[in-house]
C-alpha cells in the first residue's frame, strides 16, 4: 500500500508521494538558495506551483505525483536561473534603454525586431491553440497575437487551405518553449530575478478560451484539409481523363502549364521542408544550414504561391475580357421569314432535339405584316434554326440549336447568347413545347381569350393585361412554369402533372384536374399574390373560395401559407395553394 505525506503550499493541504515530495523539497531548497530567499518570495512560488498543479487537475488535498513535481520544475525552470544580480539588472536596464524606440520609424524597427533583439524563435506552448507556432512568432517579432491570428485565418481562407502544409512544417522544427528561461529567451529578456518572476507568475490563457479557440483551430484545419484533398482529387480526375485543358481556350494553355509546373515546384518545396523538418526532430536538434534551407524553402513555396495566384487571376480576367469582348463583337441577328404563320390562329412551338430552347420571345403584331423571327446569335457559334409550317390542326414552329461552341466558348457557353423574337398574328391557342420564354400581347385586349398549353420542361411567363380569360393547361408538363402577368378576369387551370402557375390577379379561378393520378403525378402547385386574392375560387365545380373549404397544410412557415385541394390520397389528384404576401 502507497504511502502519502501531508505537505502545505502556500498553507494549502496536499498529499505526496514520499520519492515527489524530497525532490520537490530539494528543488525549493535550491530555488532559496538561488533568490537569496525571502520569505514573499518562496510565497509566490509555492503560489505558482499551485497554479500549476491545478492546470494538471491536481486540488486542494489530492495527491501529488512524481510526474507532477516534474511538470513543475519543466515549467519553472531550472534552480540556476533563479538568481539575483544588481550589476545584471541595471544591465538589463541599459539594454532597455538603448532599445527604446525614436519616432515613427523607431517605433516600426521595434515592434517588428529589425534590430538584432537576441529573440529566439520558439513556440509559445502557454499561449498555444494547437501548436504555438503563432504565439512564438508573435513574441518574436513583437506582433500583436490576435492580430497575426486573424490575418493567418484570412490568408488560408483566400489560399484554399495551403498555408496548412506550411503551419505543419513549422509546427515540426521549432522548438517549444519547455521552462521560463526558455520564455525569456523567446521574448530577448535577459535572465534577472525580475523577469523571471514576472514571467513565471505571468497568468496564461484560460482552459475556456484555449478549448474556444481550439475549436475553432481545428475546424479551420479541417476545412483546410477537405479543401485540400478535393482540389487534388479534381486535379488527378482531370489528369486521368486528360480533360484538365478542355475548359481553356487554347491561347492561354500556356498560362495553365505554367501554373502547372509551379504547383509542382510548390510541391517538392514543400515536400523538402517537410523530410528535413523530420530530420531535425529525429536528431532533436536544428543544424544552421539545414534551418536556412527551410527557411529557404518556405520563402520560394511563398513566392511560387503568389505566382500562381496571380498567373490564374490574369488569366480568368483576361479570358473573361475577352469573352465579353467577342460577344459585343460577333453578335449578328438573322431575320427568318415565316409564310406558315400567316393568318394562324393557332400556334405550336417546339423545341427539337429534346433540349429546351431558352430565350424565346413571341410579338403580336398587326395581321397586315408578314410574320417572321428574329434570331440574335454569335457569329460562327450555335445558332438556331427555324421552320414554320401550316398543318390542319393550327401553324406549327419547330426551333432548333444548330452548330457547335468552340474557340472562346468551349461547351453551351454560347447557348446564353442566343435569343429569338417571333413576330406573328394575334393567337387564339398556343402550345409551349420545350421553349423559355415570354408571350406579349399588342393593340386591346378586351374580349379575348386566349388558350394556353405547357409541353415537357416549356416556361411562359404571359403579359396579357386586360384579357378576358386564359384557359391554361399544364397536364402534361413535367417541371414546366406558367406565370401570368397583370389583370386578367376569368382564369382556368387544368393539370394532374408537376407543373406550375403563378398567378397576379383574377376575378375567378377555375382548377381541375382529373378523378386520379398517378402516384408521382399529383404536385401541381398554383401560386397566388394573396392581396390580389380572387372572388370565387372553384376546384371540379365545387366552390371553395372561403378558406374554411381549403385543408392548410402545417408545414412550420406561417409565410408563406399552404393549401390543398384533393383528399390528399397518392392515387387521387390533389392541387398545393400557395399565398405569397406580395406588396
Known sequence: ????????????????????????????????????????DMMEIE????????????????VIIQRDVNAIMQQLGSPSVFYSSIDEEAQARRSQDSHKPLGFWGNVRHRFALTDSGRRLMRDTNNAVLSG???????????????????????????????LPEYIILAAVIPPTKSTADRLAMKGLPLT???LQRE???????PLGILILRIIGIVILLGALVTIASSTANVLIALAHGNLLAEIPTAYHGFAIVSVILGVCLAICLFISAVLGIIALQRGKLPKGMRNTIIACLVASGIIFAAITSLVLVMTHTINTERRHAVEQTKEQTTVQLAGLADAKSLTVTGQNGKRIAHVGYKEVEASKEPYIEITSLRGQKTLTATASAEEDGAHLALAYDGVCNDLFAGDTCEEEVSATIYGPKLSSLTWDNISGGYYTAGATEGRTMNVALKHEGLLTMRATGMTGIEADVSDTQRGKLTIEGYVENIGITGKGQGTVILDSAKQVAIKTPDTCGKNDNQLQITYNRKNRPEKISYNDQDVTGQDSLKKLELGNPRPTYYRFGSGSDANCHVFWRELHIK
Do not use: C, W
Open 133 to 163: 507556432v503563432l504565439a512564438g512568432i508573435s513574441a518574436r517579432y513583437n506582433i500583436p497575437l490576435t492580430l497575426l491570428r486573424i490575418l493567418v485565418v484570412l490568408a488560408s481562407v483566400v489560399s484554399m487551405g495551403l498555408l
Open 47 to 62: 503560489l505558482r506551483i499551485i497554479e500549476i498543479l491545478h492546470e494538471h487537475g491536481v486540488h486542494k488535498e489530492q
Open 193 to 195: 530575478r525580475a523577469n
Open 1 to 40: 500500500m502507497k504511502e502519502f505525506t501531508n505537505i502545505h503550499l502556500a498553507r494549502t493541504p496536499f498529499m505526496i508521494e514520499p520519492e515527489a515530495r524530497r525532490q520537490l523539497a530539494d528543488y525549493l531548497e535550491d530555488v532559496q538558495a538561488a533568490l537569496g530567499g525571502t520569505e514573499d
Open 200 to 206: 513565471a507568475f505571468k497568468p496564461v490563457t484560460t
